[in-house]
């Protein structure tokens, strides 16, 4: 399990520059990057009885902020700041090649939660000047639950659940002032996150119960105001 203490960042940053030359070059740039994986399995070949339930978990949990402010005011200035927050998280359960569990119920679970952030401020004040604010947020990875090959599995109950969820959101500003001038803003949100449930070749389930296998992928930005 990775989780995040008391709610705090995984990763982290913040730039920011200030400058005033007759020929002025600010740039910020602040990238806060997490890079994760966490794998919960028993090993090929195993035999595992529990009187109750058996449990096979993997838990990451992530959360990246970066934030970047620009302020140039030269005769001629570029004032440029770029804020970037990426996460790629890999999480897997298993039960592996050939081995057996017998169980009241057994649940295999592989679970991740990203939650990226950036903010980015860019102002410039020159007679002729071009300033730009970028905000990127970026998630990937792979979010596995899998009974692998040859495994068997003799319960009441199976449960073979993937989820993974990447929470994103950005806040981009660019101020001009100039007689002649030009701003931009660009803000971009990047989610490529597989989540698989799956049951390899020659398993054998027996359950007289309930078999669930279940894979979800959830992408949520919410609104924000400013």
Same mark, same amino acid.
């Given at each position: 399990q990775q989780a995040l203490f008391n709610g705090q960042d995984a990763a982290n940053a913040y730039a920011t520059a200030a400058g005033g030359g007759l020929i002025g070059v600010n740039a910020t740039v602040a990238g806060a990057i997490s890079d994760?994986?966490?794998?919960?399995?028993?090993?090929?070949?195993?035999?595992?009885?529990?009187t109750g339930s058996a449990q096979i978990t993997a838990d990451t949990k992530t959360k990246q902020q970066a934030a970047a402010t620009? $302020? /140039?005011?030269g005769l001629i200035a570029v004032g440029a700041s770029?804020?970037? $927050? /990426?996460?790629?998280?890999n999480t897997s359960s298993y039960v592996g090649k050939s081995s057996r569990i017998n169980a009241a119920n057994v649940n295999v679970q592989a679970t991740g939660t990203d939650d990226n952030f950036t903010s980015t401020t860019a102002g410039s004040g020159g007679v002729v000047s071009g300033a730009s604010a970028v905000a990127k947020t970026s998630a990937t990875g792979t979010t596995k639950a899998t009974l692998q090959d040859g495994a068997k599995v003799a319960a009441n109950t199976l449960t073979v659940n993937a989820q993974h969820t990447v929470k994103f959101n950005a806040v981009a500003d660019s101020a001009n002032a100039a007689i002649v001038g030009a701003s931009g803003l660009k803000v971009s949100h990047d989610v490529d996150t597989d989540v698989l449930a799956t049951v390899g070749q020659n398993a054998t389930i027996a359950t007289p119960g309930d078999t669930v296998l279940?894979?979800?992928?959830?992408s949520v930005k919410d609104w924000r105001g400013d």
């Open positions: 994760a994986t966490v794998t919960g399995y028993i090993s090929d070949n195993n035999t595992i009885t529990v620009a $302020a /140039t005011g770029q804020s970037e $927050a /990426t996460s790629d998280s279940k894979a979800v992928n959830t």
